[in-house]
């Protein structure tokens, strides 16, 4: 079933220049790149990308570091794209996600973990809205 998602290449992979790295793995898998634009998002923006977690203990330290410089947003397409990108993606925590994937390779943090994708199609569909509302 084909799928689009939204995959966020947080400012560590931006900052640490692994940007086309991380990006060649999704391609490669064969997903297909349908919207992309490097910004920078405000307090804002965060809260309502990650409003299930505003009032959690961890936010603050995660709305602090992902509005703390550039970021790449996308839209990807594919065969069960939210699924792919989670995989590729490896565990939250990059202590503990599988070698091979993208946190797995490059994170040894729970919070600058580089990456996220969307946990279902009906996140993605409300995440896509909010960082391409044209789409």
């Given at each position: 079933?084909?799928?689009?998602t ?13 940007v ?13 790149i ?6 920078t ?7 309502r990308?990650?409003a ?19 970021l ?16 590729l993606?490896g565990?939250?925590?990059g ?6 994937t ?5 994170s040894?943090?729970?919070r ?7 946990d ?16």
């Amino acid at each position: 079933m084909t799928q689009r998602t939204l995959l966020l290449l947080k400012p560590d992979t931006v900052r640490r220049r692994l940007v086309g790295q991380v990006l060649a793995r999704f391609e490669q898998k064969g997903l297909t790149i349908v919207a992309m634009e490097q910004r920078t998002i405000t307090v804002e923006q965060a809260d309502r990308h990650y409003a299930e977690h505003v009032e959690r203990d961890f936010y603050p330290p995660l709305r602090d570091f992902v509005t703390s410089g550039p970021l790449v947003a996308l839209v990807v397409e594919g065969d069960e794209a939210v699924d792919v990108v989670r995989a590729l993606n490896g565990a939250t925590d990059g202590r503990k996600a599988a070698p091979g994937t993208v946190r797995g390779d490059w994170s040894l943090s729970n919070r600058e973990n580089l990456v996220h994708g969307s946990d279902s199609p009906e996140s993605a569909t409300r995440e896509i809205a909010i960082w391409f509302p044209d789409l």
